[in-house]
């Protein structure tokens, strides 16, 4: 006859703590392959827009991004957005290279789709539309969330990439042309994915969608 | 507890990214904002880290630390305050990047103009005698990158002697000695060299030593001749320029 073995105090804490590693360990791994949980979603009823023609709507994978745009500083370069936005050049625009916690770059048309992207030639890609001259501001003060133009290491080479910064980079005022100022969603951005070793990212996120709030 | 530290330094490895703001802009690491100087919108840039840079990276600088910058970081600042903003932006001049013991291909050296990037790189530990005239030495250089229609070195050639010629470069020749003397139409030795460092050594000195300098050239047909090419060419860039 088998005799029936009751479990000590100690195999019954055991036990326990594995059924809470285990938790714990599938509640991490939901967490870490999650990067969008705690970020927060914006309502785009309740945002005050100051002119909402100026008013420039990003999807990401985590969520929506606002950006308004500064014609008063920068309106070649605003113009220019808007016509690549509204020609849907954007759409697919992946934020191929990234420093981590600084700035996110993206809008290459040409070879940094997402459906098509070209790793050897991304980030030299032109749009058909040619070189813009650069706009530069000593008023604009490159603080976090700040969306420009980049350029090549000269002036007047401003054509479809832009960057966002994720911290405020004053060393930049005066060196880009700005084209405005993202006013919710920020969270959003601080989640794109980074490099690993490197500011170019591998199967990097990309722009869902890049809209105007008014036609 | 070592299984911790490793997993701890292992996360650090892969979460090391080598770039900052600052290579976004000019295309060197390691570099933090010291200060932006109101007075011409210069921006001083410390490398604390050292960096290496260049196609084959011939160009290594040591970081610097605070006592090194509280020993010189004025002299520089001061040098460079003879210069408007707007002087500045003519000769591509913004950004000023403060390390130790800078070297270009093996040779050490005071300063590396880069017009291109719009910096110039500056060994705080360079020959403390001659630092001041260095800033200025280098600053001739970016002028003349800048410039070289105005600057058109045939025609310097002709001011010399007819049977002087200069080193093919100004490291091929042991021609090195800085202090000031009159040789022939020469202000140094290393005047010497290459047209280029013979108008940069002029120029550098009568920046910062303009009273003996002035004097010595008012002794000598050439240099005479050498100085007016100067201010005639700088007056071009800039009407009010004077030395």
Redesign the interface.
Known sequence: MIKKIKPTLSEKILFVFLILLLIFTLGSFYILNNKCLFVKKIDLDNINYKDKKNIAIMEVECGKVLIELNPNISPKAVNRFKKLINKGSYNGSAFYRVIEDTLIQAGDIEYGNISNLNYSKVGTGKSDLGMIKSELSNSFLFNAGSVAFARKDKFDTEDSEFFITLIDIPIYQGEYTPIGMVIAGMDALRKIKVGNKSTYVLKPDYIKSLKLLVN | MRYIILIFLLFFN?????????Y??IKIPNLE?HK?DNKN?I?YLVSKKGFVIGDTNNIKCNGVNKNDLDDTFNKVQNNLRDYSSNFLKKINLKFVVLCKNLEISGINTGGIPDN??RTLILDLKFNQKYFERMIHHEIFHMIDNSYPELFKKNKWRELNNKDFSYAACSTCTDLLGLNLEIINGFLTEYSMSTAEEDMAEIYSLLKTNHKETSQLIKKDKILIKKKNFLVNSLQKIDEKFIF
Do not use: G, M, T, W
Request: neutral net charge.
């Open positions: 892969f979460s090391y990214v080598n770039a900052d703001a600052i976004n802009l904002l932006v919108d921006k291109k990037f």
